[in-house]
T-cell receptor, first 112, second 114 residues
Framework: GESVGLHLPTLSVQEGDNSIINCAYSNSASDYFIWYKQESGKGPQFIIDIRSNMDKRQGQRVTVLLNKTVKHLSLQIAATQPGDSAVYFCAEKDTGGFKTIFGAGTRLFVKA | EAGVAQSPRYKIIEKRQSVAFWCNPISGHATLYWYQQILGQGPKLLIQFQNNGVVDDSQLPKDRFSAERLKGVDSTLKIQPAKLEDSAVYLC????????????FGNGTRLTVT
């Protein structure tokens, strides 16, 4: 079965607020983690990634935090915009790096 | 760079019929993946190619699904015969192939089996 899961299936935030999407993983051998954004009718789009030797990585308006102790991953979106409305997936790769496993996803709604 | 191309965009067939999907990955990407995404779920890996060789097809229902990547570039995924539960979006993705390279997805083929 899937080893990557998400705490909340939906998240609703006010435009301009910060969003935090959480993800739990169970495979201790996973050493590479990726966040994808999927808009309706489109394929998942890469947002940001992080390797297991890091605990934080920042991009443009997005930050990924990795807590290997509790096997937890989060995606923070600053100043959330209507265009951020989508389903967000976390994914993991194990040490061999061959297989990318996806979680079930969190749907983010941004209220204007 | 041009993205991953997939066709057709939509397909409706009756159960027990056959169907084929086509994928053209990003130029230079050695690894190609086919994922199945059922509505409301995350993508599930069906098969992964490294160049024209199969790396992982453990989740592919081989009694009805087949895939090939003959020249290490384009790929086709076939279902024969289709079942109602095959209704899903079939996503193709490609990557450079090294350990920490993310996947780049096409927009998928939405299959409806009636």
């Amino acid at each position: 079965g899937e080893s990557v899961g998400l705490h909340l299936p939906t998240l609703s935030v006010q435009e301009g607020d910060n969003s935090i999407i959480n993800c739990a993983y169970s495979n201790s051998a996973s050493d590479y983690f990726i966040w994808y954004k999927q808009e309706s009718g489109k394929g998942p789009q890469f947002i940001i990634d992080i390797r297991s030797n890091m605990d934080k990585r920042q991009g443009q308006r997005v930050t990924v935090l990795l807590n290997k102790t509790v096997k937890h991953l989060s995606l923070q979106i600053a100043a959330t915009q209507p265009g951020d409305s989508a389903v967000y997936f976390c994914a993991e790769k194990d040490t061999g790096g061959f297989k990318t496993i996806f979680g079930a996803g969190t749907r983010l709604f941004v209220k204007a | 760079e041009a993205g991953v191309a997939q066709s057709p965009r939509y397909k409706i067939i009756e159960k027990r019929q056959s169907v084929a999907f086509w994928c053209n990955p990003i130029s230079g990407h050695a690894t190609l993946y086919w994922y199945q995404q059922i509505l409301g779920q995350g993508p599930k890996l069906l098969i992964q190619f490294q160049n024209n060789g199969v790396v992982d097809d453990s989740q592919l229902p081989k009694d009805r699904f087949s895939a090939e990547r003959l020249k290490g570039v384009d790929s086709t995924l076939k279902i024969q015969p289709a079942k109602l539960e095959d209704s899903a979006v079939y996503l193709c993705a490609s990557s450079l192939g090294h350990n920490n390279s993310p996947l780049h997805f096409g927009n998928g083929t939405r299959l409806t089996v009636t």
